[in-house]
């Protein structure tokens, strides 16, 4: 039997949920229950109407994050959980910055960072700036700590979002969750069409 | 009972005839299309409503006033465990609704159907710290299979009908609604009552895959040493027949789990005891000598498992769950056999070769008589003068001929319990298998019986354990529920002292508890009652005490230090189990 990859990594959770009160709390307790943090959440709704989607990054084990998916699976608001290393989504995170308007305006070193990271002004006053950047987390970090250096006010970064790459949308199964009958896809057998793995006798 | 008649409004809804009726009658119809006929409460302030409108439903709701919220949801446990149906409990608002907390977490992981239904403070009064309001949906979310607060009338049918489907369906659980005051008190146009059956995100029961039962029915035709793990599972199920007609035919050898007891006759052919701690020495040592284990409805916990990276290593394992998260959590499955067993085992039965493993089952044979030689003989017949746990279940088994319903709390006594009772009936083991709740018995039995009337039903408790919910003696004393309480009285709290001795140096640390005079105590109730310390007695008490026709409490004094064994002792292999 393969084993799970015992190493810790950064893994991305996507659930797609019933949107009722109360749904964080569920999820988040299976988390806080078995004392692993929560590094980043997202809510908001998805492609499917009326279905919520969470977007969650934990560091873990592969056996982790897959017996916690089935827990979270077994919510009955939630209708699925898929787990995802860094190199199976395309993810970003927002940050904003506050930073006097006099050190952009005067520092040549500070006009030059904000292009390098591709950072866009959203309010110019002539007190502050705020510039907003989306990016991987060490993008966002990179930046932080060089416009530290400048006085920067204010930083606040948002929690990822990340699109599967494989996924194909949750209509079709959405369809299927919709039927009163049970569809195939609801729990997958890892060993099927893997006969010979399961006969080592 | 005109209840539904008080104002007919047929201006509404096209020409549809609704009803005007309060939530709380919604609450109630809800219950009688469910087919509800007992509820086990409490009642308080923010439930009065539902209350006053019970006052109206006396002749079709049976509520049982219990004397303690948490007594009323060990007795729904009761009721649930030996009728098969959901038990259902009534509280209010606040310290009500808390005082539900360990039977809900009781519930949670013993899987057993219960709707919760609670009152709470008005809507407007939610998060102001109102009189007797608390967070109860965020305190009962890791407890409850699921939860919801209603805070309109017009939602009630429905939330009752989820709640049902949910608590009864797939891998059961509790589930608790809150119902704020203002809720209970609207009148709003009724439909009638429509039961739930599909809720979108909410997958009871996978579908069952050919493939999985192939691939397990190979692996069980190949072995030389297959063994099934049996547990609650297939009382759940209801696959007891499918289960027995399984290990039949393919002849293997069958342990069970505390909470899986009674599903198998304790007398089969093929019945090789009990898993776990202080289970059977056969099934524990030769788990690590099978090539096939097969676990049928059971979750592999710590208590049966030991030391998990010395658990049956040289096993393949199959495993039967409805529960896919159980699944490889802590046991890797060679093939996991997802779905409800009821289903699963008949086309298992149909793949698997007709067999008897007349040697293997030789095997457990005799490492049982050596169990019986090092303990159980003494246990059952013992040579000195102090009474033993072992005989007096010994006794009530001939008195009873395994026919009664087994409940007991938590402790020595329930392993003991649980090791020598005999059971020819399902649904006759009720104890508290995974939380492990002291005070749960007495309450359980009075639930039990109300969901068996027709049977016998023993309760055996401790010292310990009576004294934390004993006063649902008030509620047997009131309602009549003829439950036989059996108190097997060490004197001590048995095995914490038991653990002290053996790990901690018998440094006994506030074990040594005293207990009121019982027989006076429940003289007190109406209940009649004795207490004995000489064998001489012992049958006759019995015997006494299943002929009474009601409620009879005896209490047996037993000996102060007597050790429950085997043992596995905790973070030791199941092959590692202590004979003494």
């Known amino acids: ?201 | 009972m005109n209840t539904l008649e008080i104002a007919k409004d047929t201006t509404q809804q096209g020409n549809r005839p609704t009803t005007q009726i309060s939530g709380s009658q919604a609450v109630l119809e809800a219950l009688l299309g469910e087919g509800v006929d007992t509820v086990f409460g409490y009642p308080g302030g923010a439930i009065m409503p539902i209350y006053d409108a019970l006052y109206d439903y006396n002749d079709k709701l049976r509520h049982i006033l219990v004397r303690h919220e948490q007594g009323g949801i060990h007795a729904a446990q009761g009721y649930a465990r030996t009728s098969g149906r959901v038990g259902v409990v009534f509280a209010t608002s606040g310290p009500g609704a808390t005082n539900l907390v360990t039977g809900l977490a009781d519930a949670m992981i013993d899987s057993n159907p219960i709707v919760c239904v609670t009152g709470q403070v008005f809507a407007h009064l939610l998060g102001t710290d109102a009189f007797q309001e608390t967070d109860v949906i965020n305190i009962t979310s890791p407890v409850t299979k699921w939860n919801y607060q209603v805070t309109d009338a017009c939602e009630i049918p429905m939330a009752l009908a989820k709640a049902f489907h949910i608590a009864r369906t797939g891998r059961p659980g509790p589930v608790l609604i809150d119902i704020t005051k203002n809720a209970q008190l609207q009148l709003f146009a009724y439909e009638g009552y429509k039961p739930c059956h599909h809720i979108r995100s909410y997958r009871p029961k996978p579908i069952v895959r050919k493939e999985y039962i192939e691939q397990a029915s190979a692996l069980i035709n190949q072995a030389k040493r297959p063994f099934v793990l049996f547990g609650q599972g297939v009382i759940l199920g209801k696959a007891e027949a499918e289960f027995k007609a399984f290990i039949e035919k393919a002849g293997i050898p069958a342990a069970a789990t505390v909470m899986g007891l009674s599903a198998l006759e304790t007398d089969h052919h093929l019945h090789v005891g009990m898993l776990g701690m202080h289970g059977n020495y056969a099934p524990n040592v030769l788990t690590n000598e099978c090539d096939v284990l097969i676990a049928i409805g059971m979750r592999f916990d710590d208590r049966v498992t030991g030391r998990l990276d010395k658990y049956a290593k040289q096993a393949q394992i199959v495993h039967l769950d409805i529960d896919p998260a159980e699944i490889d959590k802590n046991v890797k499955t060679a093939v996991p056999v997802w779905g409800d067993c009821k289903e699963t085992l008949p086309l298992l039965t149909e793949l698997v070769e007709s067999r008897e493993h007349t040697e293997w089952l030789a095997h457990f044979r005799k490492l049982e008589q050596e169990e019986i030689k090092e303990v159980i003989q003494e246990e059952l017949n013992p040579t000195t003068d102090i009474m033993t746990m072992g005989e007096v279940v010994k006794i009530l088994n001939d008195l009873t001929g395994g026919e009664a319903v087994v409940v007991t709390d938590v402790g020595q006594h329930q392993m003991v319990a649980c090791r020598y009772a005999k059971f020819n009936r399902s649904k006759s083991n009720v104890t508290s298998g995974g939380l492990g709740t002291m005070g749960f018995g007495l309450p359980a039995a009075i639930g039990a019986w109300y969901g068996a009337p027709d049977r016998t039903v023993v309760a055996i408790i401790g010292d310990g354990g009576i004294q934390m919910t004993i006063q649902e003696l008030g509620t047997i004393m009131q309602f009549g529920a003829k439950v036989k309480i059996l108190i097997l009285n060490n004197e001590f709290l048995g095995m914490v002292r038991q653990w002290q001795q053996l790990f901690h140096d018998k440094r006994y640390s506030f074990v040594n508890i005293t207990s009121p005079d019982f027989v006076t105590v429940a003289q007190g109730y109406g209940i009649p009652g004795r207490s004995i310390r000489e064998r001489k007695d012992l049958k006759q008490a019995l015997s006494d005490m299943l002929a009474h026709d009601g409620a009879y409490l005896l209490e047996v004094m037993v000996g102060k230090e007597n050790n429950v064994f085997p043992m596995v002792p905790q973070g030791s292999s199941v092959a590692e189990i202590r004979l003494k």
């Open chain 1, 1 to 201: 039997m393969e084993d799970y990859s015992m190493e810790k990594q950064e893994y991305t959770i996507t659930l797609y949920t019933e949107n009722s009160i109360g749904m964080i709390g569920r999820i988040s307790t299976i988390f806080s229950r078995r004392k692993i943090n929560i590094e980043s959440l997202n809510t908001s709704p998805s492609e499917a109407e009326g279905i919520h989607r969470f977007t969650i990054v934990i560091q873990e084990t592969e056996d982790v994050v897959r017996k916690l998916c089935r827990q979270i699976e077994k919510q009955v608001e939630v209708l699925k959980a898929y787990y995802n290393t860094n190199d199976e989504v395309i993810w970003q995170e927002q940050a904003l910055y506050k930073v006097p308007t006099s050190v952009v305006t005067e520092k040549a070193p500070v006009e030059r960072l904000l292009r390098q990271y591709g950072a866009s002004a959203v309010v110019i006053r002539n007190d502050y700036t705020v510039f907003e950047t989306a990016g991987h987390r060490e993008e966002i970090d990179a930046l932080t700590e060089a416009l530290a250096e400048y006085n920067l006010i204010e930083f606040v970064r948002s929690a990822r979002i990340a699109i599967i790459k494989h996924s194909e949308g949750f209509h079709k199964k959405l369809k299927e969750f919709e039927e009163a009958e049970p569809a195939a896809e609801v729990v997958e057998n890892r060993y099927l069409d893997k006969q010979d793995k399961v006969f080592t006798m």
